[in-house]
């Protein structure tokens, strides 16, 4: 039972920290909130439809293809996601004026 729920603790010890790096200072909060809903919005919301359709249409094994799949994009995401504070593009407004 332990076991089961702390699968996702890596996943909750990261996000934080890298989804700060994506965002400049002055906008983080409002941009974080925005994003973070509405992609587990989307995301979340629509996947047991998603993999209930997928197993009446396509058999019960479609539902591990979807895992598969939204797996596969997210390991894509997190190779080519900036390493460091210094490969994140600044925006206009946090720059100094000259």
Known sequence: ??????DDNPLFATMPTMLTLLFPVE????????SYNL???T???FSPFIVTWLSHSWGVIAP????????????????????DQKSVKMSVASQPAE
Do not use: D, E
């Open 27 to 34: 906008s983080r909060v409002t941009s974080l909130s925005i």
């Open 39 to 41: 992609a587990t919005m």
């Open 43 to 45: 995301f979340g919301g």
């Open 64 to 83: 591990g293809y979807y895992m598969f799949a939204v797996s596969a994009i997210s390991l894509i995401a997190a190779v080519f996601f900036p390493k």
């Open 1 to 6: 039972m332990i076991g089961i729920l702390s």
